[in-house]
């Protein structure tokens, strides 16, 4: 199964500013997935990346706050924009390679 | 629509007994696949299984057992003689059988088990 390398692992921001978080795989894959997950909840999807193409975002969540870029295929980032502290959730990127699903090991991000 | 039910929150247990997980979900499709996942409080998610909609096989691997009945809608998770370190928050995950979607997730249930 693919391999993900999710920088950073944690990261405290000001609010107002953007972060952008990487997910690099050890191979390609079509298709990658952006979760949120706030705490004590589950994950939720906030966005699927293929590449070449303009992400497909979830009900919610829009590009302006969340743009994300695709450029190859292994690799993708998030940005999260104009934090609040509302944003301060893990993140973390997936792919899907025959059927498997692997996840990168989460952003932790704090907005103060 | 899709959906995943786990209507646990919450299990505390303790030490040496077995645990019963539940899981219920909805889907049109009818091919699909399900998935448990662990997450300890470390944050990462383990993969713990998949299941594709057309084995109804209960599957067994040490201490964990899963019960899968497509006439119920449940895929259910036992641990049996459980410990420490099994505690942790298990999600009961569904995906369409069309390459490229994304797992859809239930709510959670957070295990305790003490010692």
């Known amino acids: 199964s693919a391999v993900i390398s999710q920088k950073p692992s944690r990261d405290i921001c000001q609010r107002g500013t953007s972060l952008t978080i990487q997910c690099q795989v050890d191979s390609q894959v079509t298709m990658m997935f952006w979760y949120r997950q706030q705490p004590g909840q589950s994950l939720t999807l906030i966005a699927t990346?293929?590449?070449?193409?303009?992400?497909?975002?979830e009900s919610g969540f829009v590009i302006d706050k969340f743009p994300i870029s695709r450029p190859n295929l292994t690799f993708s980032t998030l940005t999260v924009s104009n934090m609040s502290p509302e944003d301060s959730s893990i993140y973390l990127c997936s792919v899907v390679q025959g059927g498997g699903y692997t996840f990168g090991s989460g952003t932790r991000l704090t907005v103060v | 629509a899709q959906k995943v039910t786990q209507a646990q929150t919450e299990i505390s247990v303790v030490e040496k007994e077995d645990v019963t997980l539940d899981c219920v979900y909805e889907t049109r499709d009818t091919t699909y696949y399900l998935f448990w996942y662990k997450q300890p409080p470390s944050g990462e998610l383990v993969f713990l299984i998949r299941?594709?909609?057309?084995?109804?096989q209960n599957e067994i691997s040490g201490r964990y057992s899963w019960n899968f009945q497509k006439s119920t809608s449940s895929f259910n998770f036992t641990i049996t003689a459980s410990q420490v370190v099994d505690s942790a928050v298990y999600f009961c995950?569904?995906?369409?059988?069309?390459?490229?979607?994304?797992?859809?997730f239930g709510k959670g249930t957070t295990l305790s088990v003490s010692s």
């Open positions: 990346a293929n590449q070449g193409s303009e992400a497909t975002y």
């Open positions: 299941r594709n909609s057309f084995d109804e």
């Open positions: 995950a569904l995906s369409e059988y069309q390459a490229g979607t994304a797992l859809i």
